[in-house]
């Protein structure tokens, strides 16, 4: 068994990987970190939890623990900040790690502490201990268009995600009065994972994020011009994949299918009046857009069944 400790539980994607990780028939929780719950049980986040669990103790302290595997689920100044202990995979959920370019990291993060390892399991597998994990976006339309990189010069990514992708934090726009019958654009040419999207496929990108009103949940609509097979290429590249789907000609990816999974759907289209390409990917974005994904890495990088403790089957209908 692996000693296993979770910085930031409180938020959704701490709670997401905790979950994981008391299904995982590998991994020893050893630390629950949470700087606001510290000193009480493991009940305070959710009453589900029994007390086999141990309570909440501070980040710091629960990095501390000698754990051999530790999932950071903080912001981006915290992971940023965080000085990995010597041996542990220590996995970030946050996106400080992810951009190579140091100006790049600064210009949209603040700070540049060093990329680590980018872990797109399908794509990009991790390589040592300290990993990346994508960010939700980043994975819907990665998937989506990697597989078609090296035929196309540039995509446009039409993307939109339940409320849960902007946190725990209390802000205007994520209250009901703004989420509930609406749908509405942000962060409009100006998305942290825009870059991190270009960085990876090599290719500039126009990236237009939507919020959605629902609890959880991504579909990422993805539109490039290119004379490939893309059909062909895609369902070669996910041939062997346990997590990601691709979806018979016709059929289109629902989020109903995936919300509270780790899989991915994928759908490969072809618009009849102008030749373009459309690749639509759906997966949750708590899932494989980050706590499903988190683990899947760290069990790549510990040799393990890259399936293990994640949720691969929704509810039929």
Same mark, same amino acid.
């Given at each position: 068994?692996?000693?296993?400790?979770?910085?930031?539980?409180?938020?959704?994607?701490?709670?997401?990987?905790?979950?994981?990780?008391?299904?995982?028939?590998?991994?020893?929780?050893?630390? %629950?970190?949470?700087? !606001?719950? &510290? +000193?009480?049980?493991?009940?305070? *986040?959710? @009453?589900?939890?029994? =007390?086999?669990?141990?309570?909440?103790?501070?980040?710091?302290?629960?990095?501390?623990?000698?754990?051999?595997?530790?999932?950071?689920?903080?912001?981006?100044?915290?992971?940023?900040?965080?000085?990995?202990?010597?041996?542990?995979?220590?996995?970030?959920?946050?996106?400080?790690?992810?951009?190579?370019?140091?100006?790049?990291?600064?210009?949209?993060?603040?700070?540049?502490?060093?990329?680590?390892?980018?872990?797109?399991?399908?794509?990009?597998?991790?390589?040592?201990?300290?990993?990346?994990?994508?960010?939700?976006?980043?994975?819907?339309?990665?998937?989506?268009?990697?597989?078609?990189?090296?035929?196309?010069?540039?995509?446009?990514?039409?993307?939109?995600?339940?409320?849960?992708?902007?946190?725990?934090? %209390?802000?205007?726009? !994520?209250? &009901? +009065?703004?989420?509930?019958?609406? *749908?509405? @654009?942000?962060?409009? =040419?100006?998305?942290?994972?825009?870059?991190?999207?270009?960085?990876?496929?090599?290719?500039?990108?126009?990236?237009?994020?939507?919020?959605?009103?629902?609890?959880?949940?991504?579909?990422?609509?993805?539109?490039?011009?290119?004379?490939?097979?893309?059909?062909?290429?895609?369902?070669?590249?996910?041939?062997?994949?346990?997590?990601?789907?691709?979806?018979?000609?016709?059929?289109?990816?629902?989020?109903?299918?995936?919300?509270?999974?780790?899989?991915?759907?994928?759908?490969?289209?072809?618009?009849?009046?102008?030749?373009?390409?459309?690749?639509?990917?759906?997966?949750?974005?708590?899932?494989?857009?980050?706590?499903?994904?988190?683990?899947?890495?760290?069990?790549?990088?510990?040799?393990?069944?890259?399936?293990?403790?994640?949720?691969?089957?929704?509810?039929?209908?």
């Amino acid at each position: 068994m692996v000693r296993t400790a979770i910085l930031g539980c409180a938020g959704y994607a701490g709670q997401e990987t905790l979950d994981r990780v008391l299904g995982h028939p590998g991994l020893e929780l050893v630390a %629950l970190g949470s700087d !606001s719950l &510290a +000193g009480q049980a493991a009940g305070a *986040l959710d @009453p589900r939890l029994n =007390g086999s669990l141990p309570g909440f103790v501070p980040n710091a302290e629960a990095a501390r623990s000698g754990a051999e595997l530790i999932f950071l689920c903080l912001d981006n100044d915290a992971s940023a900040a965080f000085e990995p202990p010597a041996g542990a995979v220590v996995v970030d959920l946050a996106g400080a790690h992810r951009l190579a370019d140091e100006a790049a990291a600064t210009a949209w993060y603040g700070t540049a502490p060093g990329a680590w390892s980018y872990g797109l399991p399908e794509l990009f597998p991790p390589q040592g201990r300290l990993i990346a994990n994508p960010g939700c976006y980043a994975t819907a339309a990665l998937l989506a268009l990697t597989p078609l990189a090296g035929s196309i010069s540039g995509a446009v990514i039409d993307a939109k995600s339940g409320v849960s992708g902007a946190g725990k934090s %209390l802000k205007a726009s !994520s209250h &009901a +009065g703004s989420v509930l019958e609406n *749908l509405s @654009p942000y962060a409009v =040419g100006a998305h942290r994972h825009a870059p991190e999207i270009a960085q990876q496929l090599g290719l500039r990108v126009c990236f237009v994020p939507h919020l959605l009103p629902v609890r959880r949940g991504l579909l990422a609509t993805c539109y490039v011009q290119t004379a490939a097979d893309a059909r062909a290429l895609i369902e070669e590249a996910y041939s062997a994949s346990p997590v990601v789907r691709v979806l018979p000609m016709g059929l289109t990816p629902e989020l109903g299918r995936v919300q509270g999974t780790d899989t991915a759907e994928l759908g490969i289209f072809t618009d009849g009046e102008t030749g373009t390409t459309i690749v639509i990917c759906a997966l949750d974005n708590l899932g494989k857009g980050a706590a499903g994904q988190a683990v899947q890495n760290a069990n790549l990088a510990l040799g393990l069944p890259q399936t293990d403790g994640l949720r691969l089957h929704g509810v039929p209908v």
